[in-house]
């Protein structure tokens, strides 16, 4: 079975910039999620998608943060523009059906913010 | 928001020793979860254990689930260098069924 793939797995931009980061879930799980981890600190939950539908976005900063996931499969996560504070890992995770399933994380972006 | 808290925050421990780390919550959950996560491969599922559950094995790790004190443990048995990695919890809440975690517990196995 193939994993969570993200790409890309490094990014450095400078800060006003725009990046996007790209996300394939593994084959047949509803529920896709996007975290921000900051080095020394556990994931912060920032979208978590059922389908392609958005069952939670409250802490996505909204003015520079945007997500999508069409057609329920992939999704991309973009920032624009970007602050010297999203300097931080990027983690994708999907699992069958929500939060009462174990998620399966992609390696992750590690997005440097200069 | 995080409301699960790692104690302690970092662990240091010979290999072959017992390893213990804690969880506690604040809010009502259906399931709680332990993740590990190292250099080399990334976030990993260990084991979910659900609020009608008292405890659950998985090859050496046991997990321990009081739903009255609000908190679950995590037993590492016979530890090894493969198992120095930061371990996380994450609870499922009743309320939002959103996955919440803490801060994690950074576990250093010296050989």
């Known amino acids: 079975e193939a994993g969570v793939a993200q790409s890309p797995r490094y990014k450095i931009i400078e800060k006003r910039q725009s990046v996007a980061f790209w996300c394939n879930p593994i084959?047949?799980?509803?529920?896709l999620y996007w975290y921000q981890q900051i080095l020394g600190q556990g994931p912060k939950l920032l979208i978590q998608?059922?389908?392609?539908?958005?069952?939670?976005d409250s802490q996505l900063p909204k003015d520079r943060f945007s997500a999508e996931r069409l057609k329920g499969v992939d999704s991309t996560l973009k920032i624009q523009p970007a602050k010297l504070e999203d300097s931080a890992v990027y983690l994708c995770?999907?699992?069958?059906?929500?939060?009462?399933?174990?998620?399966?994380f992609g390696p992750g972006t590690r997005l440097t913010v200069t | 928001s995080q409301q699960g808290e790692e104690d302690p925050q970092a662990l240091s421990i010979q290999e072959g020793e017992n390893a213990t780390m804690n969880c506690s919550y604040k809010t009502s959950i259906n399931n709680l979860q332990w993740y590990r996560q190292n250099s080399g491969r990334g976030l990993v599922h260990l084991i979910l254990i659900r609020s009608n559950e008292r405890e659950k094995h998985s090859g050496r790790l046991r997990v321990t689930l009081d739903t009255s004190k609000k908190s679950s443990s995590l037993l590492i048995t016979a530890s090894r260098a493969a198992d120095t990695a930061s371990y996380f919890c994450?609870?499922?809440?009743?309320?939002?069924?959103?996955?919440?975690w803490g801060a994690g517990t950074k576990l250093i196995i010296k050989p």
């Open positions: 998608f059922q389908n392609n539908g958005v069952v939670d």
């Open positions: 084959s047949g799980h509803a529920t």
């Open positions: 995770a999907s699992s069958l059906a929500g939060a009462a399933y174990e998620q399966y």
């Open positions: 994450a609870t499922d809440d009743v309320s939002n069924y959103q996955l919440i």
